[in-house]
C-alpha cells in the first residue's frame, strides 16, 4: 500500500503561486474558497508529489471528486501548460546566462582597456596589480569609460613628472577624483571655480589642507546665490578677499567679516 507523503509549504505555496490562486476545477479564488492541493494522479494509483501531478483545488471540488481523475483530455492540457512553462523559464535561464558571459566579456575589455591607458601613461614602467584592477573594477561602476580615459589623462598631466613610484601612485590614486570632479563640476559649475580657489588659497597661505577653506567659501557663495547674486559677482568677489589677503589668519578675518556685514548691497 502506497503511502501518502506530506506537502512542504514551499510547494504549496509555488504550487498556488503557479494556479494564481484558483481552484482549477470551478475556477473560483481565495479568499472566497478555501484552496487545497489535489493530485491529477491519485496517490492511489500511483501519482507523486511533483508539481506536474499537482494542481490547485477549493475544498468542495477536492473532497467531492475523492480518486477520480479528471478527463485525460484535462491532464494532458494542464501537463503541457506546466511544460510550456517550464521550457519558457529554461529559455530565460539561458539568456540570462548569456547575458551575463557578455556583462563578464565587456567588463574584462573595459578592465584592460584602463590597463593599456594606465600604463602608456607612465611608459608601462609598471604594472597593475591585483589590488588596482579591484580598484578599477569599482571605478567602472561609477564612471563611464570616456569619464575614465579622461581622468587618466588629466592625472598623468598633473601628476606624472619624473615617473618614480609615488608620483605613480598619487596619478592612480586620483584617477576615480578627477572622473567623479569632473562630473559633479558639469553638474553645479560654481563648484569648480570654488576648487580652484582652494587650491590657490592653500599654496598661498601655506595651510595645504585644501577642505580649510571649501565649506567656508562655499558657505559664502550659496548664501550670496540664495539672495540672488550671480555667480559671476559671488566670484569676483571671493577671489578679491583672497587676492586681497596676505595670510590665511587676514584671509579667515577678511571671510567673517563680509559674512557679519551685508555684502549684497555692495555686490549688488
Known amino acids: 500500500m502506497l503511502e501518502r507523503k506530506g506537502i512542504s509549504k514551499k510547494i504549496r505555496f509555488e504550487l498556488f503561486k503557479r ?12 479568499p ?11 496517490v ?4 507523486d508529489n511533483h508539481l506536474l501531478n499537482l494542481l490547485t483545488s477549493c475544498f468542495d471540488c477536492n473532497r467531492g471528486k475523492k480518486d477520480r481523475k479528471i478527463s485525460d483530455d484535462s491532464i494532458l492540457k494542464k501537463q503541457k501548460t506546466q511544460l510550456d512553462e517550464i521550457a519558457e523559464r529554461r529559455e530565460q535561464l539561458t539568456l540570462l546566462a548569456e547575458w551575463r558571459e557578455e556583462l563578464l566579456k565587456y567588463e574584462k575589455n573595459t578592465i584592460d ?4 591607458n594606465i600604463q602608456l601613461a607612465y611608459n ?33 598631466n598633473q601628476y606624472l613628472k619624473n615617473y618614480d613610484s609615488l608620483e605613480v601612485e598619487k596619478f592612480f ?16 559649475p560654481f563648484l569648480e571655480e570654488i576648487f580652484k580657489m582652494c587650491t590657490v588659497c592653500a599654496k598661498k597661505f601655506f595651510y595645504k589642507e585644501y577642505y580649510k577653506y571649501k565649506d567656508k567659501l562655499l558657505k559664502f557663495y550659496l548664501n550670496l546665490e540664495e539672495q540672488g547674486v ?3 559677482k559671488i566670484n569676483a568677489e571671493l577671489w578679491g578677499i583672497i587676492n586681497n589677503s596676505r595670510n590665511y589668519t587676514e584671509w579667515y578675518n577678511n571671510m567673517e567679516g563680509k559674512e557679519r556685514r551685508d ?3 555692495e555686490i549688488i
Open 19 to 30: 494556479d494564481k490562486f484558483t481552484c482549477q476545477y470551478c475556477g473560483r479564488s481565495a
Open 32 to 42: 472566497d474558497i478555501k484552496l487545497e492541493i489535489d493530485h491529477i494522479k491519485p
Open 44 to 47: 492511489a494509483e500511483g501519482g
Open 113 to 116: 582597456l584602463i590597463i593599456e
Open 124 to 156: 608601462n614602467k609598471f604594472t597593475v596589480n591585483e589590488t588596482g584592477i579591484i580598484k578599477i573594477k569599482s571605478w567602472i561602476k561609477k564612471h563611464t569609460v570616456q569619464e575614465l580615459l579622461d581622468a587618466i589623462d588629466i592625472s598623468s
Open 173 to 188: 590614486s586620483m584617477i576615480p577624483k578627477i572622473a567623479y570632479n569632473k562630473k559633479l563640476f558639469a553638474e553645479k
Open 230 to 232: 550671480s555667480m559671476d
Open 263 to 265: 555684502v549684497v548691497g
